[in-house]
């Protein structure tokens, strides 16, 4: 309806200042040990060329850093349907810290009722 379409923002200056207080990340053909494997690439090289020169020097930070993810918070919730109870390589350093929530409900199925 044309009232609807009114209260929806359509330029930025329109959008809220602050971002919203949570995120929604669905991760479509993402693969932790991959995102894993290309941060410590990122490092190896950096070992190699002497702009890191002691391997004692790596810290989780820098690993962090490099991750395709770096730029999300890492999840506080992690929502596993369809009753697995496997994090299935997804987002495996990222969730080290999250609460799990495992339902047998299937995605399509997954509501606020759940």
Same mark, same amino acid.
């Given at each position: 309806?044309?009232?609807?379409?009114?209260? +929806?923002? @359509? @330029?930025?200056?329109? =959008?809220?200042? #602050?971002?919203?207080?949570? *995120?929604?990340?669905?991760?479509?053909?993402?693969?932790?040990? #991959? !995102? +894993?494997?290309?941060?410590?690439?990122?490092?190896?090289?950096?070992? #190699?060329?002497?702009? +890191?020169? $002691?391997? !004692?020097?790596? *810290?989780? @930070?820098?690993?962090?850093?490099?991750?395709?993810?770096? #730029?999300?918070? $890492?999840? !506080?919730? =992690?929502?596993?349907?369809?009753?697995?109870?496997?994090?299935? $390589?997804? =987002?495996?350093?990222?969730?080290?810290?999250?609460?799990?929530?495992?339902?047998?409900?299937?995605?399509?199925?997954?509501?606020?009722?759940?």
């Amino acid at each position: 309806s044309a009232s609807a379409s009114a209260s +929806i923002p @359509t @330029t930025a200056s329109m =959008l809220p200042a #602050q971002p919203p207080s949570k *995120t929604l990340c669905l991760a479509i053909n993402y693969g932790g040990r #991959q !995102d +894993i494997a290309q941060a410590m690439r990122q490092i190896a090289r950096q070992v #190699q060329d002497g702009s +890191i020169a $002691n391997i !004692d020097d790596i *810290t989780e @930070t820098m690993i962090s850093d490099r991750l395709w993810t770096s #730029q999300l918070p $890492n999840p !506080d919730l =992690l929502i596993r349907t369809s009753g697995e109870s496997r994090i299935s $390589n997804f =987002l495996l350093w990222d969730v080290a810290y999250s609460e799990i929530y495992i339902t047998p409900t299937n995605f399509p199925d997954f509501g606020k009722d759940e």
